[in-house]
């Protein structure tokens, strides 16, 4: 039990190490997260209640101001936060599992049943995304929050499917998976055991990547008024925001507040992806070798001017 | 020409894969008509024997390594037969499922750094196998057989060897890994494709020693090289392949002392050795290896071959047996 512990300490120490983005990003998402989560803690006022006079600004009592229609902004970004992200997060599993399911069966297996699954990917992945999600929301009516992830989630993997179907392609020929061809091992052993593990930080890349894709594109369905308006969300947030002509009166909190937490939580989930690249792909991390480029430059023309006086 | 690649001892104990006239073709476009083929293997028939090491010499593209992959039925060979005892391995109606095919003839490759998996460890690399052909080992008995894989190709200390993972090893002892793979699955053959060619010079002599062990064990071995020294230290017999085709074979220290088609005369004079200056005489011509293809006809060498006549274009030599076991097939040795 220790063992894997150590392990785990071990692993996250060396992700961490020299990597700004990564202690940034994760700083960020865990505060949202853990925010959003400890609701109940943090305010005791229902995000549905009128509370307040309308368009009330930040004060000791209300942190965020109050809406238009006089409800606490601070628990409505809380609680609407709660929501953004689990739709974020559904969405996420969801075009994770279905990528990963189409892209390696397609590498892996290839012949007819890879130009088949790359034909209907292909077919989807040329689609313009918002206006088929704007067509699909429409088609079904206000939506509620696991609609919206539904569509997301089902839209949304093509991309995804692509990239893992030629990492398994580049992987299928590799020696290790002929051994366990001949050894005997089963294709769906193979395809689980020997090939996915291998794919680890392209899934983690694309899982916080499509976060970040689904709670914009959730906030857009729902700022445009394709979204459930009675459910709080950041989207709606920023829905009702904008129909009570917040900005024009001066409230700016109505909607500095949802967009700041759509943008850090954005910027967060972004620096995430770009330390994971990193990890998967070493050539991309930069920082420290530029910072140690410069060292060696100043020293060398510190050196000349010496040689030169 | 499988005749006088026999003995073949039927009814005997012994194991043994015998190879007949085997033939590969490759498509090389995916046309549906008139569809355009070569011929990557051509007309190769021999024997593997349980305890005993045949080794496959060729240049890089002779097609030795196709062979290999033939023999454990990653490819399906165009025509030519391949048995597995009295069994023929490609028959569909009878065929043997890859399980139990797998603990006949296992492979080992010639990239030490690609033939294991860089997520798992080296316990994972040899536990698997022993669990999926002897599903009834499991537990302490597992370990115990993992930790004496792990000693019987001499890597030590065995149980920290087990715990760590491919990228902590060097290509020595990851391909050490390769081979108990290998003896993990039981195989009583194996194919092993140039296994030492990606290794330090100084290891080379360990890993050969250690399947000259196994070959004592009673393990058979097919040894594909193009290091026709260790060919000659490794295997009894030797076959010269040339674009698909055996030109010369027979015991390894005929073929290597003793070499009588103009290829294997010029395989033999690139060996480098120290203090000689390679020799200014001309062995071979300069021209194209040439792309066989299923209507090619003639030696595959005549293009380069300096002793070439019009015959050696138009059809394949046939066999001739120069001593009791050394046969070659070119014109010049007919009688």
């Known amino acids: ?309 | 020409m499988s005749e006088q690649l026999q003995p073949v001892e039927t009814g005997s104990a012994k194991p043994s894969i015998y190879v007949e006239g085997l033939t590969i073709d490759f498509a090389l476009d995916s046309a549906i008509f008139n569809r355009q083929h070569m011929r990557a293997v051509n007309d190769v028939s021999f024997i593997l024997k349980a305890g005993q090491a045949l080794a496959i010499v060729g240049e890089s593209g002779s097609g030795k390594s196709t062979c290999a992959r033939a023999l454990c039925r990653l490819f399906e060979p165009s025509a030519g037969k391949i048995w597995l005892q009295d069994v023929d391995i490609n028959e569909k109606k009878n065929q043997m499922k890859q399980l139990d095919f797998a603990k006949e003839v296992q492979m080992i490759f010639q990239d030490p750094f690609g033939s294991l998996n860089p997520v798992h460890t080296i316990r994972h690399h040899l536990a698997r196998p022993i669990k999926l052909h002897h599903p009834h080992v499991s537990g302490d008995e597992l370990e115990q057989r993992v930790i004496e894989i792990i000693e019987r190709v001499g890597l030590s200390p065995a149980r920290q060897t087990a715990d760590k993972y491919p990228h902590e090893l060097s290509g020595g002892q990851r391909q050490r890994v390769a081979i108990a793979r290998a003896l993990a699955v039981g195989a009583k053959f194996i194919l092993a494709d140039e296994p030492i060619s990606m290794l330090d010079v100084s290891i080379r002599l360990g890993i050969l020693n250690l399947m000259e062990d196994m070959k004592k064990d009673g393990i058979g071995f097919m040894y594909i090289t193009h290091d026709i020294a260790t060919a000659r230290y490794f295997a009894e017999r030797t076959a010269v392949m040339y674009v698909g085709h055996m030109v010369e074979w027979g015991n390894s220290d005929s073929v290597t002392q003793n070499p009588q088609h103009p290829y294997t005369q010029l395989l033999i004079s690139a060996v480098p050795e120290a203090g000689i200056r390679r020799s200014k005489e001309k062995m071979a011509k300069k021209a194209d290896i040439p792309v066989w293809k299923p209507d090619s006809q003639g030696c595959p060498f005549a293009s380069r071959c300096l002793k070439a006549t019009d015959q050696c274009r138009e059809a394949m030599p046939p066999v001739t047996q120069l001593a009791e076991d050394h046969f070659v097939r070119c014109y010049l040795y007919e009688s």
């Open chain 1, 1 to 309: 039990m220790l063992k894997p512990l150590k392990k785990l300490k071990h692993a996250l120490g060396r992700y961490f190490k020299g990597n700004p983005a990564a202690i940034i990003g994760t700083t960020i998402v865990t505060t949202i997260i853990v925010a959003c989560l400890a609701a109940p803690l943090l305010t005791d006022v229902d995000p549905n209640r009128r509370v307040a006079r309308g368009h009330q600004p930040p004060s000791a009592d209300l942190i965020f101001g109050s809406t238009r229609a006089g409800k606490d902004i601070f628990s409505q970004v809380l609680y609407g936060g709660r929501v953004s992200l689990m739709v974020a997060f559904t969405a996420a599993i969801m075009t994770t599992v279905i990528a990963l399911a189409v892209g390696v069966t397609s590498g892996y297996v290839g012949g007819k049943t890879d130009e088949t699954l790359m034909a209907f990917t292909n077919i989807l992945l040329v689609f313009p995304q918002l206006p088929l999600l704007i067509i699909l929301a429409a088609f079904l009516g206000q939506v509620g929050p696991f609609i919206i992830a539904m569509i997301l989630g089902f839209t949304s993997w093509p991309w995804g499917a692509r990239v893992m179907r030629s990492q398994t392609l580049a992987l299928r020929n590799k020696e290790f998976i002929v051994a366990a061809e001949t050894m005997g091992e089963s294709k769906w052993r193979i395809i689980l055991i020997e090939i996915i593990p291998n794919l680890i930080s392209l899934v983690a890349g694309m899982f916080v990547g499509t976060c970040l894709y689904a709670i914009g594109a959730q906030a857009g369905m729902e700022f445009l008024g394709l979204g459930d308006p009675t459910v709080v969300s950041w989207g709606t947030m920023l829905y009702w925001a904008q129909s009570s002509a917040a900005f024009i009166v001066g409230a700016w909190w109505d909607f500095v507040v949802p967009g700041t937490f759509i943008a850090l939580m954005g910027g967060g989930l972004a620096l995430l992806n770009i330390s994971i690249d990193q990890i998967s792909n070493p050539k991309l991390k930069t920082g420290a070798y530029i910072k140690i480029w410069r060292r060696m430059k100043a020293e060398v023309e510190a050196r000349r001017k010496g040689a030169a006086s």
